[in-house]
Every structure is written in structure tokens, then in C-alpha cells.
């Protein structure tokens, strides 16, 4: 389900002419029987909206005074989000006979034509105050207050996104909080301006204008109106014409593959940035620990403790934070089950709120293996918000490969890429492009339309990603990734499991087999495949590359290249 919430307007949307019909309430009932949450956005005062209104505890939370104070019915607690107004102001008004005149807790209000008197009596006193109009309705409030203010508010209160909200209203005092909710919606008979502006203008007006929205909302969650949000996709990258390619939250699940080295973590660095700057919550399931300094997450986990599913939970808790889950300590072959721990509690997070939007999981082979079955809890048959990672999409479970409806291929072999993935699904593959990617490019394959892969530039990230540290520096990688120092004949067998250990045996070595390697460019090759960092194995290959350069000299240079990056212990 992606909308979870409905906030209304109250006059002119729900209510006609002060009142809200018996339909209306009825309709609002029933959208709240499915699980959703509602919210009232208005302009009028606690005290006259609870006259006239005396069904409030149907709505689980109240924004009032266009903003400026925070209601919640089940406990009768108001939360003023704003400074009363002061006093002078007041009482210069009414020196000014300025009527009628209302204050709220925070909010005064009267209606033209004293709109002109309140803005010379704000110049007068010298005072920070904003005016917001509403139909006639004159609103002064303390500056940035308003409809959105006082919603973000109310969706933190009950830690929801604005991402899976609607909002439905017919004023000019309703463009702001409209333009928060994911999806804005306007009455038949809202100001043309407003209608201009919606995702969805009603055909009826007031009450059964909203009525016709709850409708949509529980026949089909209003999927029809997915083209119309654009706005809410995320850039991947520019195609040979310079178009943007855009992935689509709440709809798409995303496969990266392709050959080491080919910058499936610097692209997908650049999309979580960017999915955080949105406003989108992000779980990261981090095998390698390659993103413990993304900086945009909490990080839990470290090379000696797992994270704990239950902080896991409680940090996703607030819609303002995403996580990053290090399995390093978490052995290979118990990866699986640690995520099938935790992914059915993730699905049922996103049941009832709708986050986290979206599911990135590096070395996606490790968690989803090529044998592993999975129960229907733990994949359903439609998962959305989902990017994999991998350098190897036969190496990862059919069941989770079937979900993918988006595949971008980066690196050395991408139609290999394109073709192995299809093979595993089933499907034909694409014509082959004979594509030679440089880093940053990639091929978009859109699975489920049978169009054929469209080259694309990727966006780089703000910051590159600083890879894990002590992963490389001091803990201990597979055989399959460690350096063997071998030397000409293969004389030798030593294993560096790390960099540390890469220079302590690069320090005790004849000239010979250091230069053997040298000359062979291995250095480079293994920062480039096996520790993943990029600028570390350029800076190498220029070294490799000296010519007539000591076996001293070029040791102490790659030391130092290392050193600069991973600041390697004494």
C-alpha cells in the first residue's frame, strides 16, 4: 500500500458551508476501517471547529490554526507549534477597530478588507509576522508556519511520511501542505489556481468530492494516478540525447550488476544520496561493511558484533532516519538467515507505514543464494522499492531475480550481464549492444517492456564512499580476495588476507618477487578487484608503470598511497 494517510481540508473540502454530510463521515469511516490514518488540516480555531464539528475523534490527528497547533483527539492534548501572538499586536488591531478580530493560541484572524490595516500595523511595531489569505480569511502567523509546517508536525507525531500521504483541499492556504503530500488532490469546486496545481482534480464538489477520492483510495490505492507523480522519481543518470533516466519509488525493483571494479558501489552511492535528499527512508543491508561511512544513515553492526534486529527496527522507527546494517561479523553461510529474520519484519514495517521506500542490498548473493528457497513471507510476489547489487545475478535466488523489473548493467561485460540474468529468469534477452562501458556508464533495461538496453550516464555521488577501513586495513578477506605473493616459477606462496599484511610481506621480500609482480601490474589489479577502490589502484598503476623504479623506492610510494587512504597501524 503506498498511501496511508488522508489529510482534508476542512471547509470547502469535507464540510459545505460549516458542515460535514453524513456520506462524507461515512466515507471517512471506512477509509479509516482499512488500517489508514487521517489527519484535519485547517485554518479555524480549536475551540469553533469542535463547535461545529463534533466528530474530531474520527481523525487521529488535528492541524488547526492553519498550522500553528497540533491537536491529538484520543488524549485531548494540544500542542501549540508556534509563539502566541503578542500582545501589542492584538491591541493595536483593535485600537484600529479592526473586526471581526479572533485569537488563537498562536493564530490571529479577521477578513478583508482589514487586510490592509494588519499589514500597516505589522510595519508600525516593527514585527516578524506572515499574512496568509484564505478565501477572504486573513491569517497572521509567525513566520514559516503554515498548513505543511503544522502537517509535518502531525506525520511525525505518528511517524509517517509525507511519501504516503494524500492530501485533498480547495484554497489558496492549501497549496503548501498539498505540495508536502506525495499526492495532491483537489475539490471540483477548489480555486482554479489549486486545480491547476493537483495530481487529481474531483468531479464532484465538497463532501462527495472527498467521498470519490476515499473511493479510488480503497478500490486501487489510486495506482491509475502513478504517471501523473514524476516529480517523486529519482535520477539515475542522462541517456546520449541528454533525457534523464528516472527510477520510480513505490513501483520499481532494481537489479546492478556487472564485473568487479566497475562502479556498482559509486553508483549506487549516488542513488541513496539522492534517495535520502528526497525524503526517502533507506535500510541498507551491508555484507562487506562497504558503506559504514555513508554518512546519510545510522550504522549499526561492526566487524565484531551484528546488528541486532530490534535496533534495526527502533532506528527505522522515525521516518527521518535510514540504517545501514554491517554483516560483517555475520559469517556467509548465516547471512540467509539473518535476513530471514529480519526481512518479515522490514514487509510488515512497510505493511502498516509504508517504510522503509527502499531495500538496497550489496553482494545480494550473499543474503539470497542461488539455492535458497524462500517462504512467501519473505518474498511476496510483488516487491517494490528494492535495488540488489551483485556481481553475479546466477549466483543469486530465482524467486528474488523474478521480482526484479529493472535491470542496470555496469562494467567490463554488460551484455554478458544482461544475457546471464535473463537465462535465469527465463526471459529472451535483449539484442546485444556490444556496449564497452567506461565507469559511469551503464545499461537501463526496463525487464517486463521488452525494449532494448538504453546507455545511460550516471550521476556521481556528492561524496565519494570512503570504503571500510579496517575491513581492508586490518581484518581478514576470503582466499578468493586475498594477494599471493608467488614471484617467477611460483617459488612462493604468501597470502596477504589484508593491507596491513600486504605491506608487512611486500617489506620483507626479495627484490625480485616484488618487482615480479610489479612489472605484471598485480598490485593495481588486486586494489582495483579485490579491495575495490578505484583511485587507490590508478594511483598504483602509475607507479607500476615508472620506468627503471626500484623495488625500495615503488614499495615505499604504494606504502605511502595506502597509508594516505587507510592509515595503516605502526
Known amino acids: 500500500m503506498r498511501y496511508h494517510v488522508l489529510a482534508c481540508d476542512y471547509d470547502g473540502t469535507i464540510a459545505h458551508h460549516g458542515k460535514v454530510s453524513a456520506p462524507t463521515l461515512d466515507a471517512l469511516k471506512r477509509l479509516k476501517d482499512t488500517g489508514r490514518r487521517l489527519m484535519l488540516v485547517t485554518g479555524r480555531e480549536l475551540d469553533d471547529l469542535a463547535e461545529h464539528f463534533p466528530a474530531l475523534d474520527l481523525f487521529d490527528q488535528v492541524v488547526a490554526e492553519n498550522g500553528a497547533l497540533l491537536y491529538t483527539p484520543a488524549t485531548h492534548a494540544e500542542k501549540p507549534l508556534g509563539e502566541p501572538p503578542p500582545p501589542e499586536f492584538v491591541q493595536a488591531l483593535k485600537h484600529r477597530n479592526v473586526t471581526p478580530l479572533s485569537v488563537g493560541r498562536v493564530i490571529v484572524a479577521t477578513w478583508t478588507p482589514q487586510d490592509q490595516a494588519v499589514f500597516e500595523t505589522i510595519h508600525e511595531l516593527g514585527l516578524e509576522l506572515q499574512v496568509i489569505f484564505n478565501k477572504g480569511a486573513v491569517m497572521v502567523l509567525p513566520p514559516g508556519v503554515n498548513k505543511a509546517s503544522g502537517l509535518t508536525a502531525a506525520l511525525g507525531e505518528l511517524r509517517l511520511s509525507p511519501h504516503n500521504c494524500v492530501g485533498v483541499g480547495d484554497a489558496e492556504n492549501d497549496h503548501a501542505f498539498l505540495t508536502l503530500c506525495e499526492c495532491s488532490v483537489a475539490v471540483a469546486n477548489a480555486l482554479p489556481a489549486l486545480k491547476d496545481r493537483a495530481d487529481l482534480v474531483t468531479e464532484a464538489d465538497h463532501g462527495r468530492g472527498v467521498t470519490e477520492l476515499i473511493e479510488r483510495l480503497i478500490r486501487d490505492d489510486l495506482a491509475d494516478l502513478g504517471p501523473r507523480l514524476a516529480r517523486h522519481d529519482v535520477q539515475l543518470g542522462k541517456d546520449t540525447q541528454g533525457k534523464e533516466l528516472r527510477l520510480r519509488p513505490h513501483v520499481e ?17 549516488g542513488l541513496l544520496e539522492r534517495f535520502i535528499e528526497n525524503g526517502y527512508q533507506v535500510c541498507i543491508i551491508d555484507p562487506e561493511g562497504d558503506y559504514e561511512h555513508f554518512e546519510q544513515s545510522v550504522t ?59 531495500l538496497v542490498i550489496d553482494e545480494a548473493h550473499h543474503v539470497f543464494p542461488a539455492d535458497w528457497r524462500p517462504t512467501s513471507d519473505l518474498v511476496p510476489e510483488e516487491l517494490h522499492g528494492l535495488v540488489l547489487i551483485t556481481v ?31 537465462d535465469c529468469v527465463g526471459r529472451s534477452p535483449p539484442v546485444r549492444t556490444d556496449a564497452r562501458l567506461e565507469a559511469g556508464d551503464g545499461l537501463l533495461w526496463r525487464v517486463a517492456s521488452g525494449s532494448d538496453p538504453t546507455w545511460f550516464r550516471s550521476v556521481p555521488p556528492r561524496r565519494q564512499l570512503r570504503r571500510h577501513l579496517r575491513k581492508y586495513a586490518e581484518g581478514k578477506l576470503g582466499e578468493d580476495r ?10 612462493l606462496n604468501l597470502r596477504a588476507a589484508n593491507l596491513t599484511s600486504f605491506v ?62 587507510y592509515t595503516l597501524p605502526a
Not at 546492478?256 to 552511492?269: E, I, M, Q
Not at 586475498?482 to 617459488?491: H, Q, T, V
Not at 607500476?544 to 623504479?549: C, F, G, M, V, Y
Open 253 to 269: 525493483s532494481v537489479m546492478v550488476a556487472g564485473t568487479s571494479g566497475g562502479g556498482k558501489s559509486t553508483l549506487t552511492t
Open 300 to 358: 549499526l553492526g561492526t566487524s565484531d558484533n551484528p546488528p541486532a534486529v530490534a535496533e534495526a527496527l527502533a532506528v527505522l522507527k522515525d521516518p527521518r532516519e535510514s540504517v545501514t546494517l554491517n554483516l560483517l561479523a555475520v559469517g556467509i553461510s548465516e547471512r540467509p538467515g539473518y535476513l530471514g529474520e529480519l526481512f518479515p519484519e522490514l514487509l510488515r514495517l512497510r505493511a502498516s507505514t509504508g517504510r522503509p521506500h527502499w
Open 392 to 422: 553475479h545475478p546466477d549466483r543469486v535466488a530465482v524467486p528474488v531475480l523474478q521480482t526484479i523489473d529493472t535491470l542496470i548493467a555496469i562494467g567490463s561485460d554488460p551484455d554478458d550481464t544482461l544475457a546471464s540474468f535473463s
Open 482 to 491: 586475498s594477494f599471493y605473493f608467488r614471484g617467477p616459477g611460483e617459488r
Open 504 to 565: 608487512e610481506i611486500g617489506s620483507g621480500l626479495d627484490d625480485e618477487t616484488w618487482l615480479f609482480h610489479l612489472r605484471k601490474g598485480d598490485y593495481s589489479r588486486w586494489m582495483s578487484t579485490a579491495i575495490k577502490d578505484e583511485e587507490l589502484a590508478s594511483e598504483i598503476s602509475e607507479v607500476e608503470q615508472s620506468p627503471d623504479i626500484s623495488a625500495d623506492e615503488s614499495l615505499a610510494r604504494i606504502r605511502q598511497a595506502i597509508d594516505k587512504r
